[in-house]
């Protein structure tokens, strides 16, 4: 299947008035192409990899915004297509693909220009250590950071209701075994959930060793822009948007790559296009306001 695409330099998607449908706005003109639909939410982290990988390769888009915050992934058509409820999910001419690192992958092979891989085999092997680690460690870590400091108080906008609907509508396995029940703690308890701790701690360990990777390169497994650095951006841009960039206040190549990055023409249509004002605007207020905590528990 292919769909012929114009899409207009600078014209965005109001997410208030067309939350479903957008393009990525990258290219001018008309172009032909295989039809990519991508299923996401502005504040998710693992979405934002992919939409990372298809603005490094120029890649248009049909997305459908999927409220995670307000409980959509759960409606029964989208679990369908993905059985742990969670987002981003691509549609590549008919077939379906789930699991963000993964779809990365996938992109890299179906549409290899430019190559998000290095060349040499080890530094290859070294890119999928880093992705592993990412959904092995840090996205569960990043779960529970942005649900203690920042998405509870958004969920305790919802009617008691609502919110116990959204509580019980997460599958038990989803973002980690026992996901279920640990979100309802942290959105009950908040930094007084036991072991809130050990996200924190395992968050900062990961910043120290992006800190070490880049000693003697640009890039965290060489020269070259990878994967490796496509999955950790979202975690660190998410401490950045909660003005938690004090974490790496001590650590300049870390901030150097993070700048880096930020100067490269795909990261705002994969960042913030897509991140509703009023949530980004949630992030940087409670974020603000849990950073007192979380200094705490990182020196304790």
Same mark, same amino acid.
């Given at each position: 299947?292919?769909?012929?695409?114009?899409?207009?330099?600078?014209?965005?998607?109001?997410?208030?008035?067309?939350?479903?449908?957008?393009?990525?706005?990258?290219?001018?003109?008309?172009?032909?192409?295989?039809?990519?639909?991508?299923?996401?939410?502005?504040?998710?982290?693992?979405?934002?990899?992919?939409?990372?990988?298809?603005?490094?390769?120029?890649?248009?888009?049909?997305?459908?915004?999927?409220?995670?915050?307000?409980?959509?992934?759960?409606?029964?058509?989208?679990?369908?297509?993905?059985? %742990? /409820? @969670?987002?981003?999910?691509?549609?590549?001419?008919?077939?379906? &693909? =789930?699991? $963000?690192?993964?779809?990365?992958?996938? !992109?890299?092979?179906?549409?290899?220009?430019?190559?998000?891989?290095?060349?040499?085999?080890?530094?290859?092997?070294?890119?999928?250590?880093?992705? %592993? /680690? @990412?959904?092995?460690?840090?996205?569960?870590?990043?779960?529970? &950071? =942005?649900? $203690?400091?920042?998405?509870?108080?958004? !969920?305790?906008?919802?009617?008691?209701?609502?919110?116990?609907?959204?509580?019980?509508?997460?599958?038990?396995?989803?973002?980690?075994?026992?996901? %279920? /029940?640990?979100?309802?703690?942290?959105?009950?308890?908040?930094?007084?959930?036991?072991?809130?701790?050990?996200?924190?701690?395992?968050?900062?360990?990961?910043?120290?060793?992006?800190?070490?990777?880049?000693?003697?390169?640009?890039w965290l497994t060489g020269d070259t822009f990878s994967l490796a650095d496509i999955g950790m951006a979202p975690y660190v841009n998410r401490l950045d948007m909660l003005g938690m960039a004090e974490m790496w206040a001590k650590r300049p190549r870390l901030a150097d790559w993070?700048?880096?990055?930020?100067?490269?023409?795909?990261?705002?249509?994969?960042?913030?296009?897509?991140?509703?004002?009023?949530?980004?605007?949630?992030?940087?207020?409670?974020?603000?306001?849990?950073?007192?905590?979380?200094?705490?528990?990182?020196?304790?």
């Amino acid at each position: 299947m292919v769909v012929i695409v114009v899409v207009l330099v600078g014209h965005g998607c109001n997410l208030a008035e067309t939350p479903s449908v957008c393009h990525y706005a990258g290219k001018r003109g008309v172009k032909e192409m295989p039809m990519l639909e991508l299923y996401h939410h502005g504040s998710s982290v693992c979405a934002a990899k992919v939409r990372l990988v298809l603005a490094e390769k120029g890649l248009e888009w049909k997305g459908h915004y999927i409220d995670i915050l307000k409980g959509e992934q759960f409606d029964p058509a989208y679990v369908k297509l993905n059985p %742990k /409820a @969670v987002v981003p999910t691509l549609i590549h001419d008919g077939k379906v &693909l =789930t699991e $963000s690192t993964l779809i990365c992958e996938y !992109l890299d092979d179906a549409f290899p220009e430019p190559s998000l891989k290095p060349a040499d085999p080890y530094a290859r092997w070294q890119m999928r250590i880093w992705t %592993k /680690a @990412v959904d092995d460690q840090v996205h569960p870590a990043c779960a529970e &950071l =942005t649900f $203690s400091s920042t998405h509870r108080h958004t !969920l305790a906008r919802l009617a008691p209701a609502e919110l116990e609907r959204f509580l019980e509508a997460t599958p038990a396995q989803s973002v980690k075994p026992g996901w %279920k /029940a640990r979100k309802r703690e942290i959105v009950t308890l908040g930094f007084k959930a036991p072991g809130i701790d050990a996200p924190f701690k395992l968050y900062d360990s990961y910043m120290q060793k992006m800190e070490d990777a880049l000693k003697h390169r640009p890039w965290l497994t060489g020269d070259t822009f990878s994967l490796a650095d496509i999955g950790m951006a979202p975690y660190v841009n998410r401490l950045d948007m909660l003005g938690m960039a004090e974490m790496w206040a001590k650590r300049p190549r870390l901030a150097d790559w993070f700048e880096r990055l930020k100067a490269r023409p795909s990261f705002q249509p994969a960042f913030y296009q897509w991140f509703p004002e009023p949530l980004r605007d949630d992030l940087a207020t409670f974020g603000a306001q849990s950073w007192p905590e979380v200094k705490r528990l990182l020196s304790a």
